[in-house]
Structures are given as structure tokens and as C-alpha cells.
């Protein structure tokens, strides 16, 4: 009796001893995980004006799917919360204070828009909630010092437009350049970026700059003006319509700069066509991502995976849409952050393992174009390459660039 | 008997106070008085994130409550109510950021511009009645996000402007959540005594008539377009205090928050609540916040239409708005109960003044 009890006490005791070192093996968590499931948080307007990025969210959700099906991460399952915003900051407030107080994600991940992002900036990182991979441009997210738990994905317009910058200095070093920008933070993006990228030479190389504004009917008088100036090089750093309207009056008045064409103007659909696609050719722009209508790509496997997936998702009509290959790539920068915080999911160690990004190749982007980060740069794709528009399609060139 | 109880419906204070006295004072005010302690209390038994909820769902209800006074007093349809309170969050914003003026000072100008802004947009808006009025408003909250775009060296343009984030007065010990609330709350009530006092006198009764038979109304001596545009004023002014309100809150503010929809919102919340309440505006800004959340969680896939059919069911159930339709049957089981406005029946008309 003695002896069995005296057994049974000892085989508990070891129990407790074996589940207490079990537990601490088992891992940390911070809210929203546990060994059995990792919650994230996710804002994007899948109605309103906004709603065509409305697929962005359709193929995160859809790709963990994939990763959930396939045994989750190490062993844990991605539980995906996605809510319609609208594209209304103030909803986006609402929803992320609701994902995070109530629902208890460990993370916000590729929200977006850059009002709604703004509008939960300062909320997200005053509660130390990771705001990873967010789906916009602007220079000012890359801004570790003041904003620790916000991360970017896009690359920057200033990376790009340093891109340009260092193209310039090595072929064209006596350029004079012109610079169309839109009279906003983004436009200013690229002007600064360009400044920045020429350094000491900026001065004397930018020789005229012209801003528009987005009510403005045409850009045609700044065309003229820019030409007036004596200009033999032009950035472009204009949305869809200004950009069809700047190529078609440069080549109406028959000036022949070399042009740089800003990505966020360079759709072969919305700016290439309308202005008129003989009128574009020779137009230089950059690219960091597979064109999934570029006929090069279609017959790699990679390419042939995302279409598997895309079908499989039931998302076969945006096979055209570039987003869809943003999206894809961003979640697959995400699954690969939580892979390596291993069992250690506190959002502290989230935000270590995002800021160490080293060299990380995904499927989709550019053969060469590789993702990092520190705890100083929360921009993981600085790199693109450069394109050049043959009359139809656009064609890559030279080497993969670093922007920084 | 009946001219009593007509009396008593216009002037129910005049009644209580002058037939019953103290007592019934006392009786006439317990219950909202509980009310109150209990809206005052709520916050500090649910988590800050519904606090920050309801705190959403009153200034709604501010907003709301300046729309009936217009569309459900006076009888002028507006879907342009957005852009007044874009107007006052702006003006809050502006002030707060570039002038550094305190938070609680930036209502006051937000509800003077509002109400000037008002009344301007209402002199025009005189020659246009029922649906032409209507397309005119909506003109106006189609072009708000986009003139916020052109004025962006006030306004920020597309990336708006950050607020900084308003700190509760120390030594109160209570939360920025809470305290926001708090001071919402008292907004509001001081703008449903306001409402009540403006509507339930001379005023009420003028715009009231108005509505109901503009050419008996004028006939009577009541100046319409005098009251009309008070009605606009007084109406954008309490928008525009909702709208400064909703820039403290959220700590943000851009174009993109007060488009189109935001102003049919309000105008739903408006006419699901009682248009021509009071109470109502609270209703109103429960549907406004609660219902798109509740539509998503039912359907990923189409929750606009789920807020359609709810829509749809509420104008069923309910045609005269939730406090509208209950209004009237809460009275019977209370005597003395504020909540609606003076009916529009034909036993009233012809004796509102």
C-alpha cells in the first residue's frame, strides 16, 4: 500500500516535472498564440471605391489556406481574421482596435492603403502590435527609430527612384534632367529619392522640375515647359492618367528625352495603351516581381505553382493582375518570418525575426531580387531591375539594382 | 379634455410644473436621471475597446440627431451631411495640429464654422425642395473627399493628418478610452437638451410647420426662409460638433474618411432610428456602428447585402424608425415621456402655434 502509493506519488511527481519542462519547450506566446494556433489580423476594402485590391486579402487568406492544409506552422495552424474596411480610416480603427483587443491577433499583416495604415500607425505601436509587410509605398514607413513594429513590403518610391539615379550617373553622366512629379507626398517621394540617389550632382543635373495636381485636366503646358528647359532626360513620377498623358504629348511635340517611367504609372493596360503604345517605346521604368502576363515566366515552374494555386483558390480571373503576385509573395514573407520565430511566438520576437530577413528568395520575384532587413531598415525589397518598353511589352535589362 | 392633453404634448413643462409642482418634477426626472448615471458608469464595466465603440456610436448619434432636426423637423432632405462633418473634423484637425489649440477648444470653432457653413449652404438650398434639394446635397458630399484632396496644403491632401493622441487630465486616474467617452457623453446630452429645448418651442413649432404646409406656415407669419436656414444651421452645427469630435477620437483624419457613404449613413441611421425624434439619433448611431460589423460576421461574401435586408426590415417593422414607432407606445405607459416630436397629424395641424 505504502510502497504503491509512494510509486504513484514518484510517477506523479516526474509527471509534473517531464510537463513543466514539456510547457517550457512547448514556447513562448504572446497574445493570439498558442501550440496549437498563430491568429493575425488583416484589414482591406473588399467593398467600396477601393475595392479592387479587395484581392489582395482574398489571396493572403487563400495562402494560408494552402499553408493550413499542408500541417500549418511547425505544427500550428494560421487562424486568418480579415475585415472589410472600406478604404475608411476610421473603420480601419475600429476593426484593428477590435482584432487586437478582442480577438486577440498576435499581429496586423499587409493592411492597406496608406490612409487606413496612417490612421492605426500610431495605435499599433504605442501597444507594441506588430504592423508587418504592409501593402503600400511611401517612403515614411521605413522609419524603424520611431516606429519599431511597422514594417514595409513594397519597395519604396525613394528605392526606385535611386534606382534611376544610379542608372543616370552611369550612362548619362552629363544628363540634364526634368522631373514631372504629382504635387503630393508621393510625387515628392521620387524627387527627393532622385536628389538623394544623385547626390552632390543633383544641383547641377536637375534642371527643371513641374508639379501637377490630381484635378488638374492635363500635364501638357509642363510638358512644354520641361522641354523648354533644355532637358534631355525626364522622370515621370505621375499615377496611370498623367503618365498616358505625359508620354503622348512628349512624343506629340517630338521630343526625345530618355524617360523614366515611375511603377506606380507603368501598367501596359491603363498607361501603355491609351497613350499609344508606338508613342511609349524606349521608355525605361523598373519591375521587382513576375509579369504574370510576360510570356518569359510562363513556362517556369514557379509560374506554373502560383497558377495551380490561384486556380485552386478560385481566383483564375486575377491571374492577370500583378497584385495577386504581391499578395502571394507577401504572405510567403510572412510564413517565413513565423517559421523562424520557431516556438517562440511573442510579438517581441516577431518583430526580431522580420528585422533579420537574409537574403530571401521567393518564387515570384525577379530571378536575383532577394529580401532583407535589420533592426535599421524595416524595407525588405530595395532591389528592382531595370525594363524598357519594346512597343508591346516590357522587357528587362541589365542587372538587379539595389536602391539604397 | 382633448384640448388638455394637446396642451400638455406642446408644453409639457408648463404642465408639470404649474399642476402638479416638486413631486412631480422629481418623478419627471428620475428616469433619465438614471439613465444618465448609468450611461456615465458603463464605462468602467467593458473593456476599453467597447468603450471606444460606444464612444463611436454617440458621435454618430450627434450627427444624426443635427440631421433630424433637418430632414425630420423641417422637412429638407440632405445627403450632404457628411461634408459638415468632414468640415468639423477638419476644422478640429487644423486647429489641434497647426495651432496647437487643446483638444476640448476645438469644438467650439468647428460648431461656429459649421453653423456659418450652414446657413450659407441653406440660402440656396431655398429654392430647391424635396428631391432637387436632395441632388444638390449629394453633389456636395460627392465633391468633399475631393476638394479635401485640392486644399492639401490646409489639409493634408490624400495622406490627411495625424493628431496627437489626447491625454486624460492626471489625478483622475482613468484611461484615455474612458475619458474620451466621458466627455462625448456630456457633448451629447448637452446637444439633446439643446435639441429638445429648440424643438419643443417656438422654433420647433415653426420649422415644424414649415415642413408640414410651407404656404399655411407662411400665411401664419412664420418667416419661412428665416427658419429654413436656422434649420441648416443649427442642423450642420451639430454635425459639425459630431464630425470635430470623430478627428479627437480617431487621432486621424483624411479625405477618404468622409465619402459619399459616410453621408448616406447618416441618413439611414437617421430614418431607422425616427426621423423625427430626438431619442432616436442614439438608435441611429448603434446602427450606423453595429450593424456593417454585424453583416460581416454573417457574410464575408455579401454584407452589404445583409445591411440592406436589415435595413429593409427595420423600415417594415418599424416605419416611423425604432424610437418613432415605440415613441408613442412607451408614452402611454409613461405620461410625461419627452421622446417624440410633435406629430404631424391632422388633429395637430393648424395648432402648433
Redesign the interface.
Known sequence: MTVKLMTATGLSAAGLILSVALACAAGQYGPGASDTEIKIGNTVP????ASSYGVNGKVDAAYFAMINEQGGINGRKINFIS??D??????T??LV??MV??DQVLLIFHSL????N??I??YLN?NKVPQLFIATG?DQWNDPKHFPWTMMWLPSYGAEAHIYAHYILKNLPNAKIGVLYQ????GKDYLNGLRDGLGDKAGKMIVATQSY???DPTVDSQIVALQGSGADVLLTAAIPKFAAQAIRKVYDIGWKPVHFLNTVGNSVGTVMKPAGLEKGADIISTAFAKDPTDPQWQSTSEYKDWVAFMNKAGLSANTTDIQTVFAYSAAQTMVAVLKACGDNLTRENVMRQAASLHALQLPMLLPGITLSTGPDDFSPIKQMQLEKFNGTIWKLFGEVMSGT | MIVRKDFAYVFPEKLAVGSVGFASAVRRWIGPLVLIVIAAALPFAI???HV??LT?VMIYAIAVLGLNILTGYNGQISLGHGGFFAAGAYTAAILLHRYGVPYWATVPPAALICFALGVLFGLPALRFEGPYLALVTLAMAVATP?LL??F?NWTG????I?LP?VQPPPGLGIDRDRWLYLVVLVVLLVAMRVAANLLNGRTGRAFVAIRDHPIAAAAMGINTARYKTLAFGTSTMFTGIAGAL?AIV????????F?L??SLSFLVGSAVGGIATIGGAIVGGLFI?FV??FA?DIS?AA??AIYGLAMLLFMYVMPRGVVGSLGPWLARLTPKNQLTAPKSDDEHRGRLL
Open positions: 473588399y467593398s467600396g471605391p475585415r472589410d472600406s478604404y475608411s480610416p476610421p473603420k480603427v475600429e482596435r477590435q483587443e478582442q492603403g496608406t490612409p487606413p496612417m490612421a500607425h500610431g504605442d511611401a504635387n503630393d507626398d508621393y495636381e490630381t484635378s | 473593456s476599453n475597446y471606444f465603440e463611436l475631393q484632396k485640392y492639401d491632401g490624400q495622406q490627411g495625424n493622441k470623430s480617431i487621432s486621424f483624419v483624411a479625405p477618404e474618411s465619402t457613404f459616410l456602428v456593417p460589423n460581416n464575408d454584407p452589404w
